[in-house]
Every structure is written in structure tokens, then in C-alpha cells.
Nanobody, 124 residues
Framework: QVQLVESGGGLVQAGGSLTLSCTIS????????VGWFRQGPGTEREFVAA????????YYSDSVKGRFTCFREPGKNAMGLQMNSLKPEDTAVYYC?????????????????WGPGTQVTVSS
């Protein structure tokens, strides 16, 4: 069983940066990918980014491409999400999740285990 805990959220001004971390524990031998999703007030959960657990290939939504970077934290069983040039519309609860297999990375239903989330608030 895999357990996930997100950290690094907080309040930042527009144009600023934050780095989120997803600490992964438990049996990860069959984990295919780690995804980042977010859910803002009154909105549905949406795909942000994903990284292949083995190999490190990354995928991004159009809304964050060029601003966010998904990476494996060196020396840790954790995945990071570097968020630059933040905008007020990036305000949301950010979740990391693991998938045993996914063909396109963007569907939340393909992810089996989820962390509790961390709040990111971007002020204008």
C-alpha cells in the first residue's frame, strides 16, 4: 500500500514561486506514474502535471506548461512540483496521486491513491 503526503503549500503573491513536495511511502514497486491535480473553489479537480515513476518523463496541462516543473527529488522518495510565475487562477488545493497505469495521465480515475492535499493561494 502506498501513502502520500503533500507539503509546501502557502500564500504567495502573483508572479511568485512555490515548490510542492509529495512524500511517498509504502510499496512503490508497481507505481507507474505520479500525478499532480488541483481543485479550486467551485471547480472540478483538474490535471496539472505528471511524471513517470521510472524514467522521469513529464507531462503538463496547457495552463501550466512552461511555468511548472515536475521532478523527482534527489535522495528522497518524493516528487516535487516547482511552480513559477504563479497567477491568482492557480489558487487551489493541490493533490498528488499515484497510478498503477495510465495511457494519457490526465484522468483522475486512473489514479489509485491520493494525498490529503495542500492549499496554494496566489494573491493579486
Amino acid at each position: 500500500q502506498v501513502q502520500l503526503v503533500e507539503s509546501g503549500g502557502g500564500l504567495v503573491q502573483a508572479g511568485g514561486s512555490l515548490t510542492l513536495s509529495c512524500t511517498i511511502s509504502g510499496r512503490t514497486y508497481n507505481t507507474y506514474a505520479v500525478g499532480w491535480f488541483r481543485q479550486g473553489p467551485g471547480t472540478e479537480r483538474e490535471f496539472v502535471a505528471a511524471i513517470r515513476f521510472s524514467g522521469g518523463t513529464t507531462y503538463y496541462s496547457d495552463s501550466v506548461k512552461g511555468r511548472f516543473t515536475c521532478f523527482r527529488e534527489p535522495g528522497k522518495n518524493a516528487m516535487g512540483l516547482q511552480m513559477n510565475s504563479l497567477k491568482p487562477e492557480d489558487t487551489a488545493v493541490y493533490y498528488c496521486a499515484t497510478s498503477l497505469f495510465t495511457s494519457d495521465y490526465v484522468r483522475a480515475v486512473d489514479y489509485n491513491t491520493w494525498g490529503p492535499g495542500t492549499q496554494v493561494t496566489v494573491s493579486s
